[in-house]
């Protein structure tokens, strides 16, 4: 496995491989890496010729009180983990390479409508941050495929739709959320939970699960199901930041066109906040019959 660090050299050794006739497949992460990010990786083998994975924590997607400076950083752990999965090429820069001449007056990618809503409502500019250094990173690496994790699903939808907006040569690829056993999703912040918090944390998922289970049996009040689970999150010692039933398409309210049904949350445990979703598809005909006036 070979790292760069500089735009220049990483555009050299790409070129190698064009020339070469072999596909590429991008995986952008902020390091940490846990079995989520290897899922993606191996989805990523299993699509192209050469993996090239990014570890960059982006600043320009954390805002003011956030965790920018507690991010987890183990680049050794992550590189040997990368190396056994049989990764080729590793993109590490600097913040002085993706941001040469500073954040303030950095040209941005946003995606309206999107990006506002569910997390972009408690993280404001969260999204411009993530889409900006997301265009920077296509146009550097130029994948054939690039691979993100299904547990940021607002993520993925925001991304698929700014690769389509800006007709970008690229295909997007999402991965399922990679659980432990007890059903929370893999993830970097999980690390900061005490012992107890992640006792707690599976009950996000398990919620979930229950009001996908009460929609797929035909309960179709759905404020009633979202004020419920809640209500559960916040029994359990969570902080519900919000709890939403929506069009898996759209991330917007159910309709009757609604094929997807996505079901998200997020909620605080202490200072660490936590997101999943699950989805139920809906079949047009016999759903449609029996959630019809729910709304
Ligand atoms: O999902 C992440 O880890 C980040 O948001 C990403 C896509 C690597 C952009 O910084």
């Known amino acids: 496995m070979r790292t760069y660090s500089s735009n220049a050299q990483l555009h050299s050794a790409l070129e190698r491989f064009r020339r070469n006739g072999q596909s590429i497949a991008f995986v952008p992460t902020m390091g940490n890496l846990h079995d989520g990010h290897l899922?993606?990786?191996r989805k990523a083998r299993s699509l192209c010729d050469v993996v090239v994975v990014s570890i960059f924590v982006n600043p320009l997607q954390f805002g003011p009180n956030e965790d920018l400076d507690a991010y987890p950083r183990t680049m050794a752990a992550d590189k040997e983990k990368l190396f056994s999965e049989g990764v080729q090429v590793l993109y590490a820069p600097q913040v002085g390479e993706i941001y040469p001449q500073g954040m303030?007056?950095?040209?941005?990618?946003?995606?309206?409508?999107?990006s506002e809503t569910l997390c972009g409502s408690s993280r404001p500019g969260h999204f411009d941050g993530v889409t900006t250094v997301v265009a920077k990173l296509f146009n550097i690496v130029q994948p054939d495929i690039a691979v993100f994790g299904e547990k940021d699903f607002q993520q993925l939808s925001i991304v698929r739709k700014m690769v389509k907006d800006l007709c970008m040569p690229v295909?997007?690829?999402?991965v399922a959320t990679t659980r432990d056993e007890d059903?929370?999703?893999?993830?970097?912040?999980?690390g900061y939970l005490s012992p107890e918090q992640r006792h707690i944390a599976p009950v996000i998922h398990q919620t979930l699960n229950s009001c996908r289970e009460a929609i797929a049996c035909g309960f179709d009040?759905?404020?009633?199901?979202?004020?419920?689970?809640?209500?559960?999150?916040?029994?359990?010692?969570l902080e519900p930041d919000y709890f939403a039933i929506r069009d898996a398409s759209t991330l917007r309210p159910v309709t009757?066109?609604?094929e997807e049904i996505a079901i998200l949350a997020a909620?605080?445990?202490?200072?660490?906040?936590?997101?999943?979703?699950v989805r139920l598809a809906l079949n047009p005909v016999s759903d449609w019959g029996m959630l019809a006036g729910g709304r």
Not at 171 to 174: A, E, K, N
């Open 39 to 41: 899922n993606l990786v």
């Open 104 to 114: 303030a007056n950095q040209t941005l990618v946003r995606v309206p409508d999107l």
């Open 171 to 174: 295909q997007i690829v999402g």
């Open 183 to 190: 059903g929370l999703a893999k993830s970097s912040r999980n």
């Open 221 to 237: 009040n759905f404020l009633q199901l979202e004020s419920h689970a809640r209500m559960k999150l916040l029994r359990a010692g």
């Open 256 to 258: 009757a066109d609604t």
């Open 267 to 277: 909620a605080r445990l202490g200072p660490t906040r936590l997101i999943d979703n």
